[in-house]
């Protein structure tokens, strides 16, 4: 059973537009998201994170929006360039699993390619 | 600054055959985890080490797979009579706390043929 979800496989956008990717989760226990962002052949680069007491951060160019009654956050990207086209992954964590808020659980990840 | 390290790269071995792979974490991470990704799919946890001990390998798959970070610092996950489906990638990754963000290494291929 998939408890993180991003059901895009892929997208695809124009450059200096805005790019959002979706992310679901059916564990109600997770209370922490990262996205993270993966280039070929390289390992997931931490972009940001949110925290349950949150319904949004900002980081520069990139937001995440979390709605915690539908268990679905957001990541956009305004404005997207080409050197943001890579996987991302979403992925949660939580402090009240006891004893394995370490764990990070990924989704299946996005492609996103922006088109100059 | 050096980040999270992993050797080797690319592994290509025959089935049945043993595999040592290393990870080096961030100077100064006390927690440090190992992820497998198979093609298609996000990273699975495996092994959570605080310090020099394992706290979780709830994620190791059989008792083919065993890891060790004898001095806290390096750590190897060794995969014994490997199997075809052990062919993923396998990443490292480290933190400076278990709640702290986790620092991922660039990963090892591993193909079992």
């Known amino acids: 059973d998939q408890q993180v979800k991003q059901n895009s496989p892929s997208l695809s956008v124009q450059e200096g537009r805005i790019s959002i990717l979706n992310c679901d989760y059916t564990?109600?226990?997770?209370?922490?998201f990262l996205w993270y962002k993966k280039y070929p052949a390289e390992g997931p680069t931490f972009l940001i994170s949110?925290?349950?007491?949150?319904d949004k951060n900002e980081d520069g160019r990139f937001t995440v929006f979390l709605n915690k009654s539908a268990k679905h956050l957001s990541l956009h990207i305004v404005p997207s360039q080409p050197g943001d086209s890579a996987v991302y992954f979403c992925?949660?964590?939580?402090?009240?699993?006891?004893?394995?808020?370490?764990?990070?659980?990924f989704g299946k990840g996005t492609l996103l390619t922006v088109n100059p | 600054g050096a980040g999270v390290s992993q050797t080797p790269s690319n592994k290509v071995t025959e089935k049945g055959k043993y595999v040592e792979l290393r990870c080096d974490p961030i100077?100064?991470?006390?927690?440090l985890y190992w992820y497998r990704q198979s093609l298609g799919q996000g990273p699975e946890f495996l092994i959570y080490?605080?310090?020099?001990?394992?706290?979780?390998d709830s994620g190791l798959p059989n008792d083919r797979f065993f890891a060790v970070r004898p001095e806290g610092s390096v750590s190897t996950l060794k995969i014994q009579r490997t199997e075809r489906g052990d062919s993923a990638v396998y990443l490292c990754?480290?933190?400076?706390?278990?709640?702290?963000?986790?620092?991922f290494g660039p990963g090892t291929r591993l193909l079992v043929l």
């Open positions: 990754a480290s933190s400076f706390g278990k709640k702290e963000t986790q620092y």
């Open positions: 564990n109600s226990m997770f209370d922490y």
């Open positions: 949110i925290s349950s007491i949150k």
């Open positions: 992925a949660a964590s939580g402090l009240k699993l006891r004893g394995s808020n370490y764990k990070l659980t």
């Open positions: 100077s100064g991470h006390t927690a």
């Open positions: 080490f605080q310090g020099t001990g394992a706290a979780d």
